[in-house]
């Protein structure tokens, strides 16, 4: 009798031992999993699970930070109530959260008219150009600089809703997985000047962040954003260009010195044609551009299309440890052992690549909770900033304010710096984004405008009005009467809050022994608060998640 | 910030630890780690070379700065934006600069100024974010780096030093100074580049945050001050030791910069007022090897003679008065200058009274000891000569970085550039 694997097809052998090639089914491919290798898995299962009937306050705080944003003390109280195959769950089925929670943003809806208007008009100027050149190069530069401002107010507007999404969520890890995956899989508005396009990648990752990597991988192949942003949109049959096969094979599956550059070379071959429909922005498959010959690649000869190559680069022993070393990295903030790596390679090759078992398995793993991984983790800007709001139960200010403090931190949205993304971790700190740290947190903290907002042309600093900022401190929050009976509690309250933790005894000391010299905290003003969160934001602790 | 002020990471360890606020004892590698810093940090920084680079962003019109006023060519392809004869600064006998850039022509006649002919690149990207990249990270043209050159050179031959090893005048940190180990100090406005946030008398503030930023624990000197993650080094470990940096080069700046201006006189424009501002920290002794500058506005698309004429004006003369500046100080020798563009601009004029992006040009290089005058070979503008309208380089920009490492910061230029890239004849 046929038994369904996970992926609902009839398969020949066993589910779980399977090393039969499935028939192909649509578009979608089969994958061999290599005896030998999944045997090998098969020894090194070696991590366990945790074994708490309920989070409590540190795990949860831990597991909030990390597989999201964090959050508010209650919202860390109230996950600590929760089992953690409960809590895990809900987060890796990006449960509770929908998209109809946030409406698309703003410029979507005129973003189509507005293209095809531009396109109408360049098309004009194309004839134009035959009568009066020198005219015709005015107009296209003033239609040019035109095309430009609305695309940089659509950024603009893609930044502010993503930032929305990423502090109101109630499917942290949705657009946490969104983060990891545009990190990367990198696309920037440097090159990709269209909102539109990069909306639809922000979307793709946001749909499949729990879904199939080999559905991810193939859909990343067809992005307009991502075809744009690595040249494959004009590959064709006559001239194909490397760059996507590359950074597909080096960056995004396998990593270098697992493939030959007759390899990329064959790849290139396989994704000529997956183009682009100029006048829509639109994913289109051109046949005249195809290569439709024979390729060799990593071993196997066909006429391999796009996902012919992922389908060949998942059975490489290499491609489950390369994601799960990533994701390792990027969820715990260290580097994951070989024995680590081969047993998350094993839950991911079992689960046919679906990425709820992996993400599961990490965050209910003992080595997530290990107190060398709590707070172990330097946070990203993004993280950083997002984390500051949801822990104080503020709004977002001013969009342009946001993405001046990313920028100026080192991340700005929609803009890695090249292909590879963001290094991460320790790159993100230095003597100058440091100091940025403490003083942005001092203008959100005090409601004062900061000096030194980073410039992007998405971001240009000629307001019509200056943004207004409020401070994020809400006192009747942050320290409610109950807090200020005596400075322990006040201690405790801003510990909670802040750090999610209580820290070290000479942590809690210092700032007890500030709490000396201030006066009886329950007839601190607005200004007193402001300065004790200040101090204790700038500080290396706060970095940490 | 209120307490003494402690010019350098040994300083204030040995203050800050043996006058501690805790009773810590040294045990004995400390002595040796302090060594170790003394070692790294140069046996006397106050001598050491130092070299200034300058991005002119945008793409300066290489032509119309330094003008073949004798080149047919030149005039057929510029029928209403060529730089006239009579109007240009005679430099020789083909060549005359913008009769803008009088600072330079003044520099020229000092000896000071080299001219670098036709630098470039093979297969030249005509995207500012692109080539902006390219000359940052050193990279073939078709290469994606991700550490810029002088990260590079941070992260090979400075190993241990302060952050302030590396100072770029900019509102973000630009990507030639980024480096596998983050280092390097970026402010536009020194003011800023402090903890902000403590008023004066805010004694108990100061306290808690500079115990919260003063290095913490005693782990961190095993290091020997290293700027980056070691593995096993915690990441509280590594955000101590930034923050611990950061005060001490955030100190070590604001106490050069509140001594004495030096009293040379600056046109006063924004750009020149970053030069006066290394200008002072150089006076005022820092050990920092590599300043960065940038003037941006070069992008003449159109309207071309309107603008470039001023930018010249501004950044000749600015540079005219750092260079006297910094001799007046006894430090015209150390400090070398590096004027470079992403891109040159077409050899044609565009429709619109301006000119669009190109590929090679000239680049400049400022000091008092440097072999004045032309170097290379100017790229022939004959139509049939040019590279799809462009001027074709003649010098690889990496034989001029080569040339900084080998001889202005006395290092290795391959561990920096990957290859070897000959050295120009720029030195005596």
């Given at each position: 009798m046929a038994n369904h694997c996970s992926r609902g097809w009839e398969c020949?052998?066993?589910?779980?031992d399977c090393n039969a090639d499935f028939e192909t089914s649509g578009n979608l491919a089969v994958f061999t999993v290599s005896k030998q290798y999944s045997q090998r898995l098969n020894r090194t299962m070696i991590m366990k699970r945790i074994t708490d009937a309920v989070l409590g306050l540190e795990k949860a705080a831990h597991l909030l930070q990390r597989a999201g944003f964090g959050g508010s003390p209650d919202e860390v109280r109230a996950w600590a109530a929760k089992s953690p195959d409960a809590a895990v769950a809900e987060l890796v089925g990006f449960?509770?959260?929908?998209?109809?929670d946030f409406g698309p943003p703003v410029f979507l809806e005129t973003s189509a008219e507005s293209d095809a208007n531009f396109a109408k008009e360049f098309a004009n100027l194309r004839n134009l150009r035959r009568e009066d050149q020198a005219a015709a190069e005015q107009a296209q530069r003033r239609l040019n600089a035109q095309r430009r401002r609305v695309q940089y107010q659509g950024i603009g507007e893609l930044r502010a809703w993503w930032l929305y999404r990423m502090r109101?969520?109630?499917?942290?890890l949705q657009e946490k997985m969104t983060l990891f995956l545009h990190g990367h899989f990198a696309s920037a508005t440097q090159k990709v000047r269209s909102p539109g396009m990069l909306y639809q990648q922000n979307q793709l990752f946001r749909r499949l962040g729990n879904g199939n990597w080999e559905d991810l991988v193939n859909g990343v192949a067809s992005d307009p954003a991502m075809l744009l942003y690595l040249d494959n949109?004009?590959?064709?049959?006559r001239k194909p260009n490397e760059n996507f096969a590359r950074e597909l094979l080096e960056l995004f599956t396998l990593g270098e010195g697992n493939y030959t550059e007759e390899d990329i070379l064959a790849a290139a071959r396989a994704y000529?044609?997956?183009?682009?429909?100029?006048?829509?922005g639109e994913f289109v498959f051109r046949n005249f551009m195809h290569d439709p010959g024979r390729k060799t690649f990593m071993g196997e000869t066909g006429a391999f299309k796009g996902e012919d190559i992922v389908r060949i680069v998942l059975k490489h022993e290499q491609a489950p440890r390369f994601l799960t070393a990533k994701l390792w990295r990027f969820f715990v903030g260290s580097d994951a052992s070989e024995a680590q790596v081969d047993h998350l390679s094993r839950v991911l090759l079992d689960a046919k690549w679906e990425l709820k078992p992996l993400l599961s398995e990490i965050f209910l793993s003992e080595d997530f909770y290990d107190e060398k991984v709590r707070r172990g983790l330097i946070k990203s800007p993004t993280q950083w900033f997002v984390q500051l709001l949801k822990s104080m139960e503020a709004p977002l200010p001013d969009p342009r304010i946001s993405n001046g403090i990313l920028i100026q931190l080192g991340q700005e949205l929609f803009n890695p710096?090249?292909?590879?993304g963001w290094d991460g971790g320790a790159a993100w700190i230095n003597s100058s984004t440091l100091l940025n740290r403490y003083n942005f947190a001092g203008a959100l903290v005090r409601g004062k405008l900061p000096q030194n907002l980073g410039r992007s042309p998405t971001n240009r600093?000629?307001?019509n009005n200056r943004p207004n900022l409020r401070s994020v401190v809400d006192p009747e929050r942050v320290l409610p009467p109950a807090d200020r009976k005596d400075r322990a509690s006040v201690q405790r309250a801003l510990f909670a809050r802040l750090y999610q933790s209580q820290l070290r005894a000479t942590d809690r000391a210092k700032f007890m022994e500030y709490l000396d010299t201030q006066k009886d905290p329950a007839n601190w003003n607005e200004r007193d608060l402001q300065e004790a969160v200040h101090l204790l934001l700038s500080s290396p602790q706060y970095q940490l998640a | 910030m209120k307490h003494p002020s402690l010019f350098t990471r040994r300083d204030f360890l040995q203050t800050g630890v043996l006058?501690?606020?805790?009773a810590l004892t040294l045990p004995a590698f400390v002595g040796s780690t302090m060594q170790q810093l003394a070692a790294a940090e140069g046996?006397?920084?106050?001598?050491q070379p130092i070299l200034l680079v300058i991005q002119l962003a945008g793409g300066n019109d290489g032509l119309n700065t330094?003008?073949?006023?004798?080149?047919d060519h030149y005039y057929r392809a510029r029928t209403r934006l060529a730089v006239k004869k009579g109007d240009c600064l005679k430099l020789d006998d083909e060549f005359g600069l913008n009769k803008n850039a009088r600072g330079f022509k003044q520099l020229w006649d000092d000896g000071k100024l080299g001219v670098i002919h036709g630098v470039g690149y093979p297969?030249?990207?005509?995207?500012h974010f692109r080539s902006t990249e390219i000359w940052h990270?050193?990279?073939?043209?078709k290469q994606q780096l991700a550490q810029g050159w002088i990260g590079r050179y941070f992260d090979n031959h400075?190993?241990?030093?302060?952050?302030?090893v590396g100072i770029s005048i900019t509102k973000q940190s630009p990507?030639?100074?980024?480096a596998k180990n983050p280092i390097g100090v970026t402010f536009d406005?020194?003011?800023?580049?402090r903890f902000e946030g403590l008023e004066d008398g805010d004694t108990p503030e100061e306290e808690l945050f500079l115990a919260n930023n003063?290095?913490?624990?005693?782990?961190?000197?095993e290091s020997g001050g290293q700027m980056k993650m070691e593995p096993g080094m915690s990441a509280l470990d590594f955000l101590e030791r930034t923050a611990l940096d950061a005060q001490v080069s955030s100190d070590q700046i604001d106490t050069v910069l509140k001594?004495?201006?030096?009293?040379a006189k600056y046109p006063g424009t924004p750009f020149s007022r970053q030069l006066q501002l290394i200008a002072q920290l150089i006076a005022g002794g820092m050990g920092t090897r590599v300043y960065y500058a940038s003037r941006g506005g070069?992008?003449?698309?159109?309207?071309?003679a309107a603008s470039h004429g001023g930018l010249w004006q501004d950044v000749s003369n600015a540079l005219l008065a750092f260079q006297r500046d910094l001799e007046a100080q006894g430090h015209g020798k150390r400090v070398t200058t590096l004027v470079f563009t992403e891109f040159g601009r077409r050899v044609k004029e565009n429709a619109s009274g301006g000119t669009d992006h190109g590929a090679a040009g000239p680049a400049f290089v400022i000091g008092s000891s440097i072999k004045p005058g032309f170097h290379g070979t100017m790229p022939s503008l004959a139509p049939a000569d040019l590279f799809r309208g462009d001027l074709e380089h003649s010098t690889d920009f990496r034989s001029v970085y080569a040339t900084m490492m080998d001889?202005?910061?006395?290092?290795?230029s391959v561990s920096v550039l990957g290859r070897k890239f000959e050295s120009l004849k720029l030195f005596g």
């Amino acid at each position: 009798m046929a038994n369904h694997c996970s992926r609902g097809w009839e398969c020949k052998e066993n589910d779980v031992d399977c090393n039969a090639d499935f028939e192909t089914s649509g578009n979608l491919a089969v994958f061999t999993v290599s005896k030998q290798y999944s045997q090998r898995l098969n020894r090194t299962m070696i991590m366990k699970r945790i074994t708490d009937a309920v989070l409590g306050l540190e795990k949860a705080a831990h597991l909030l930070q990390r597989a999201g944003f964090g959050g508010s003390p209650d919202e860390v109280r109230a996950w600590a109530a929760k089992s953690p195959d409960a809590a895990v769950a809900e987060l890796v089925g990006f449960g509770s959260g929908s998209d109809d929670d946030f409406g698309p943003p703003v410029f979507l809806e005129t973003s189509a008219e507005s293209d095809a208007n531009f396109a109408k008009e360049f098309a004009n100027l194309r004839n134009l150009r035959r009568e009066d050149q020198a005219a015709a190069e005015q107009a296209q530069r003033r239609l040019n600089a035109q095309r430009r401002r609305v695309q940089y107010q659509g950024i603009g507007e893609l930044r502010a809703w993503w930032l929305y999404r990423m502090r109101y969520s109630n499917a942290p890890l949705q657009e946490k997985m969104t983060l990891f995956l545009h990190g990367h899989f990198a696309s920037a508005t440097q090159k990709v000047r269209s909102p539109g396009m990069l909306y639809q990648q922000n979307q793709l990752f946001r749909r499949l962040g729990n879904g199939n990597w080999e559905d991810l991988v193939n859909g990343v192949a067809s992005d307009p954003a991502m075809l744009l942003y690595l040249d494959n949109a004009r590959s064709n049959r006559r001239k194909p260009n490397e760059n996507f096969a590359r950074e597909l094979l080096e960056l995004f599956t396998l990593g270098e010195g697992n493939y030959t550059e007759e390899d990329i070379l064959a790849a290139a071959r396989a994704y000529t044609g997956y183009s682009i429909e100029r006048e829509t922005g639109e994913f289109v498959f051109r046949n005249f551009m195809h290569d439709p010959g024979r390729k060799t690649f990593m071993g196997e000869t066909g006429a391999f299309k796009g996902e012919d190559i992922v389908r060949i680069v998942l059975k490489h022993e290499q491609a489950p440890r390369f994601l799960t070393a990533k994701l390792w990295r990027f969820f715990v903030g260290s580097d994951a052992s070989e024995a680590q790596v081969d047993h998350l390679s094993r839950v991911l090759l079992d689960a046919k690549w679906e990425l709820k078992p992996l993400l599961s398995e990490i965050f209910l793993s003992e080595d997530f909770y290990d107190e060398k991984v709590r707070r172990g983790l330097i946070k990203s800007p993004t993280q950083w900033f997002v984390q500051l709001l949801k822990s104080m139960e503020a709004p977002l200010p001013d969009p342009r304010i946001s993405n001046g403090i990313l920028i100026q931190l080192g991340q700005e949205l929609f803009n890695p710096p090249n292909v590879k993304g963001w290094d991460g971790g320790a790159a993100w700190i230095n003597s100058s984004t440091l100091l940025n740290r403490y003083n942005f947190a001092g203008a959100l903290v005090r409601g004062k405008l900061p000096q030194n907002l980073g410039r992007s042309p998405t971001n240009r600093r000629s307001y019509n009005n200056r943004p207004n900022l409020r401070s994020v401190v809400d006192p009747e929050r942050v320290l409610p009467p109950a807090d200020r009976k005596d400075r322990a509690s006040v201690q405790r309250a801003l510990f909670a809050r802040l750090y999610q933790s209580q820290l070290r005894a000479t942590d809690r000391a210092k700032f007890m022994e500030y709490l000396d010299t201030q006066k009886d905290p329950a007839n601190w003003n607005e200004r007193d608060l402001q300065e004790a969160v200040h101090l204790l934001l700038s500080s290396p602790q706060y970095q940490l998640a | 910030m209120k307490h003494p002020s402690l010019f350098t990471r040994r300083d204030f360890l040995q203050t800050g630890v043996l006058g501690g606020s805790a009773a810590l004892t040294l045990p004995a590698f400390v002595g040796s780690t302090m060594q170790q810093l003394a070692a790294a940090e140069g046996a006397d920084d106050k001598d050491q070379p130092i070299l200034l680079v300058i991005q002119l962003a945008g793409g300066n019109d290489g032509l119309n700065t330094v003008v073949p006023w004798e080149n047919d060519h030149y005039y057929r392809a510029r029928t209403r934006l060529a730089v006239k004869k009579g109007d240009c600064l005679k430099l020789d006998d083909e060549f005359g600069l913008n009769k803008n850039a009088r600072g330079f022509k003044q520099l020229w006649d000092d000896g000071k100024l080299g001219v670098i002919h036709g630098v470039g690149y093979p297969n030249p990207n005509r995207s500012h974010f692109r080539s902006t990249e390219i000359w940052h990270t050193a990279s073939d043209s078709k290469q994606q780096l991700a550490q810029g050159w002088i990260g590079r050179y941070f992260d090979n031959h400075c190993k241990g030093a302060e952050p302030s090893v590396g100072i770029s005048i900019t509102k973000q940190s630009p990507q030639a100074f980024r480096a596998k180990n983050p280092i390097g100090v970026t402010f536009d406005d020194p003011s800023r580049f402090r903890f902000e946030g403590l008023e004066d008398g805010d004694t108990p503030e100061e306290e808690l945050f500079l115990a919260n930023n003063d290095g913490g624990s005693i782990n961190m000197l095993e290091s020997g001050g290293q700027m980056k993650m070691e593995p096993g080094m915690s990441a509280l470990d590594f955000l101590e030791r930034t923050a611990l940096d950061a005060q001490v080069s955030s100190d070590q700046i604001d106490t050069v910069l509140k001594a004495k201006k030096t009293g040379a006189k600056y046109p006063g424009t924004p750009f020149s007022r970053q030069l006066q501002l290394i200008a002072q920290l150089i006076a005022g002794g820092m050990g920092t090897r590599v300043y960065y500058a940038s003037r941006g506005g070069f992008d003449t698309h159109a309207n071309q003679a309107a603008s470039h004429g001023g930018l010249w004006q501004d950044v000749s003369n600015a540079l005219l008065a750092f260079q006297r500046d910094l001799e007046a100080q006894g430090h015209g020798k150390r400090v070398t200058t590096l004027v470079f563009t992403e891109f040159g601009r077409r050899v044609k004029e565009n429709a619109s009274g301006g000119t669009d992006h190109g590929a090679a040009g000239p680049a400049f290089v400022i000091g008092s000891s440097i072999k004045p005058g032309f170097h290379g070979t100017m790229p022939s503008l004959a139509p049939a000569d040019l590279f799809r309208g462009d001027l074709e380089h003649s010098t690889d920009f990496r034989s001029v970085y080569a040339t900084m490492m080998d001889q202005v910061l006395g290092v290795d230029s391959v561990s920096v550039l990957g290859r070897k890239f000959e050295s120009l004849k720029l030195f005596g």
